[in-house]
């Protein structure tokens, strides 16, 4: 499998390529420019998401500047900017105009974040690798929002029918072909039209286990597979874990194909992924990320290890190396960490933060990605000074 040290390499091969291939070619206004050389350096991952909850980083060009010279002066080395969330992007899309009639996110209007993130990022070195943080989630408690008001036909379906929501998320059918290839489109959209060194899906390239009851998706695995699909979808028997497996599968089809595709484009285009923990996310949202890395579906694997105390976050990682992937395969991952969490009000201490790196690397993981920016900035930047005074120094 793809592992970080190609990753430094491919970055060197990518920066005078960049410049061709993508000189005068944005869809925004303002197209950013490419840095006269892309150097890597020795260091694993170090990475952060920034998205537009709970964040005003992407409010405005100067808020993106700044949040740029910080992230460089602290140590980091690549920024996952969210571009697609809420139903809306944060990019003038021509798939978006063409089929919602909406181009950008209103909060966006005239200006192209993407874009602006990218030349800021560029200046100070950082590499960019667009998030599409909902993937096949069309909004949050908004009964399926805009997207599901023009195509209804494109909703998930729980067992009764009714539209699949789960956490106040409302689902596209992530079995559905037309749906696949409308995010596929906007992945690849990307790719092609701004000089990033991949894409991100999160922890919704997804189904949650309930779904998969819409009368397209019964009937194509009643002619698949000759049986019915179970009601009950959490009963442990043969039947209703086939019906896991096979809904999983088709997942796991998405994302081969989304790999093979990013690659066309530019085979030193990186597919980064973020899934839940397995076998969890495998078991309620059908993401076979075990499947993705033994099939080399992958370069980069972004677990969210998502835990506030240390034993909590240790278990998870050594269940990682120790069960699940081999040396070559753990050299890929770069696990999650959550810095903050708005809604809980949680805030790490620098403490544990600095404990979780140490045990990464002693376990043999070159790199994480931090959720999110704004738990960098919390008391008067705790965390970023303890990174910068520390591993990241």
């Given at each position: 499998?793809?592992?970080?040290?190609?990753f430094?390499?491919?970055?060197?091969r990518?920066?005078?390529?960049?410049?061709?291939?993508f000189?005068?070619?944005f869809?925004?206004?303002?197209?950013?420019?490419?840095?006269?050389?892309?150097v890597?350096?020795?260091?694993?991952?170090?990475?952060?998401?920034?998205?537009?909850?709970?964040c005003?980083?992407l409010?405005?060009?100067?808020?993106i500047?700044e949040?740029?010279?910080?992230?460089?002066?602290?140590g980091f080395?690549?920024?996952f900017p969210?571009?697609?969330?809420?139903?809306?992007?944060?990019?003038?899309?021509?798939?978006?105009?063409?089929?919602?009639?909406?181009?950008?996110?209103?909060?966006?209007q005239?200006?192209?974040?993407?874009g602006?993130l990218?030349?800021?990022?560029?200046?100070?070195?950082l590499?960019?690798?667009p998030?599409?943080?909902?993937?096949?989630v069309?909004?949050?408690n908004?009964?399926?929002?805009?997207?599901?008001?023009?195509?209804?036909?494109w909703?998930?379906?729980?067992?009764?029918?009714n539209?699949?929501?789960?956490?106040?998320?409302?689902?596209?059918?992530?079995?559905?072909?037309?749906v696949?290839?409308?995010?596929?489109?906007?992945?690849?959209?990307?790719a092609?039209?701004?000089?990033?060194h991949?894409?991100q899906?999160?922890?919704?390239?997804?189904?949650?286990?309930e779904?998969g009851?819409?009368?397209?998706?019964v009937?194509?695995?009643?002619?698949?597979?000759?049986?019915e699909?179970p009601?009950?979808?959490?009963?442990?028997h043969?039947r209703?874990?086939?019906?896991?497996?096979?809904?999983?599968?088709?997942?796991?089809?998405?994302?081969?194909?989304l790999?093979?595709?990013?690659?066309?484009?530019?085979?030193?285009?990186?597919?980064s992924?973020?899934?839940?923990p397995?076998d969890?996310?495998?078991?309620?949202?059908?993401?076979d990320?075990?499947?993705?890395?033994?099939?080399?579906?992958?370069d980069?694997?972004?677990?969210?290890?998502?835990?506030r105390?240390?034993?909590?976050y240790?278990q998870?990682?050594?269940?990682?190396?120790?069960?699940?992937?081999?040396?070559?395969?753990v050299?890929?991952?770069?696990?999650?960490?959550l810095?903050a969490?708005?809604?809980?009000?949680y805030?790490?201490?620098?403490e544990?933060?600095?404990q979780?790196?140490?045990?990464?690397?002693?376990?043999?993981?070159?790199?994480e990605?931090?959720?999110?920016y704004?738990?960098?900035?919390?008391?008067?930047?705790?965390?970023?000074?303890?990174l910068?005074?520390g591993?990241?120094?």
């Amino acid at each position: 499998m793809p592992f970080f040290p190609s990753f430094q390499s491919t970055i060197r091969r990518f920066g005078s390529d960049l410049k061709q291939r993508f000189a005068g070619k944005f869809l925004s206004p303002n197209p950013a420019a490419m840095p006269s050389s892309l150097v890597a350096d020795n260091t694993g991952m170090r990475g952060v998401w920034i998205p537009s909850t709970d964040c005003k980083v992407l409010t405005s060009k100067q808020r993106i500047a700044e949040a740029m010279n910080f992230l460089a002066d602290t140590g980091f080395n690549t920024v996952f900017p969210v571009v697609w969330n809420r139903g809306f992007t944060a990019y003038p899309s021509q798939i978006m105009r063409e089929q919602f009639g909406v181009e950008i996110d209103a909060r966006y209007q005239g200006r192209d974040p993407l874009g602006e993130l990218i030349v800021e990022a560029n200046r100070v070195g950082l590499k960019v690798i667009p998030w599409f943080e909902y993937g096949f989630v069309s909004s949050y408690n908004l009964n399926g929002g805009h997207l599901l008001a023009k195509k209804p036909e494109w909703a998930a379906r729980d067992c009764n029918g009714n539209l699949l929501k789960k956490n106040k998320f409302e689902w596209m059918n992530s079995l559905d072909p037309e749906v696949q290839d409308f995010l596929l489109g906007l992945m690849l959209e990307v790719a092609r039209n701004y000089p990033v060194h991949g894409v991100q899906g999160d922890d919704r390239i997804a189904l949650p286990c309930e779904g998969g009851y819409d009368e397209k998706t019964v009937k194509r695995y009643r002619q698949e597979c000759g049986r019915e699909a179970p009601h009950n979808c959490r009963e442990q028997h043969c039947r209703e874990q086939h019906w896991l497996h096979w809904r999983a599968d088709i997942i796991t089809d998405f994302v081969a194909r989304l790999h093979r595709e990013l690659k066309a484009i530019n085979p030193d285009l990186l597919l980064s992924m973020s899934p839940s923990p397995y076998d969890w996310g495998f078991v309620e949202y059908l993401q076979d990320s075990q499947a993705w890395v033994d099939k080399k579906l992958v370069d980069m694997l972004h677990p969210q290890f998502y835990r506030r105390d240390f034993n909590g976050y240790k278990q998870l990682l050594d269940r990682l190396i120790d069960r699940q992937l081999t040396c070559e395969q753990v050299s890929c991952v770069s696990p999650g960490i959550l810095l903050a969490n708005r809604g809980g009000n949680y805030s790490m201490n620098p403490e544990l933060l600095l404990q979780v790196i140490a045990y990464n690397r002693a376990r043999g993981v070159p790199g994480e990605v931090l959720f999110f920016y704004e738990g960098l900035r919390d008391n008067d930047n705790a965390l970023a000074e303890a990174l910068k005074n520390g591993p990241y120094g």
